[in-house]
């Protein structure tokens, strides 16, 4: 099982973020379009594990059960990591740090090494390259509300040459 641990989006997002993407991808000469059903706020990769990971990271982050909800709105088009294009955040991103340290102190709690650093953004699409003369960074970026209030284990399924983000576990924050 491929598992990684991710935000949902509500549907409001999600669906201006599409129609975002859209708009900003018909500039890009090769691109390869995140669908909108997958669209997350990303956190943290754990890679290939066995079901019997599954429930032990349940217990491991059980502890998000007592963390407090707070809210995030949506910054700028740019590109993370190496090939992912998206929107970044901003607001109390000590916050959304603070969480990721502690879901990564649970997951190396286990034994796992995971010693990945935050890279707070929502992915529209990856190995984007925009036509000669586009300037993304000048696209304007609605400030809606993201709200941070459950983080999902999500397993990563191919199939049918299609990538899909199924939910495992939802953890709602208090």
Do not use: C, W
């Amino acid at each position: 099982m491929r598992l990684f641990i991710g935000i949902p989006l509500d549907d409001e997002v999600k669906d201006y973020l599409s129609t975002l993407s859209k708009e900003t991808l018909n500039h890009a000469v090769t691109f390869q379009e995140q669908s909108k059903e997958n669209y997350h706020l990303y956190l943290f990769f754990l890679g290939e594990m066995l079901i019997t990971d599954v429930y032990l990271l349940n217990r491991a982050l059980d502890f998000l059960k007592k963390e407090q909800k707070f809210e995030l709105t949506l910054s700028k088009l740019n590109y993370f990591q190496k090939d992912l294009f998206g929107v970044g955040l901003k607001g109390d991103m000590k916050q959304l740090e603070l969480l990721f340290t502690k879901i990564k102190n649970a997951v190396n709690s286990l034994g796992f090494k995971y010693k990945e650093s935050l890279s707070a953004h929502i992915a529209l699409a990856k190995d984007v390259k925009f036509e000669e003369g586009f300037e993304y960074k000048k696209v304007q970026v609605k400030p809606l509300s993201i709200k941070i209030d459950k983080v999902h284990l999500y397993e990563s399924i191919k199939s049918n040459n299609k990538v899909i983000y199924e939910p495992l576990t939802t953890l709602k924050l208090k």
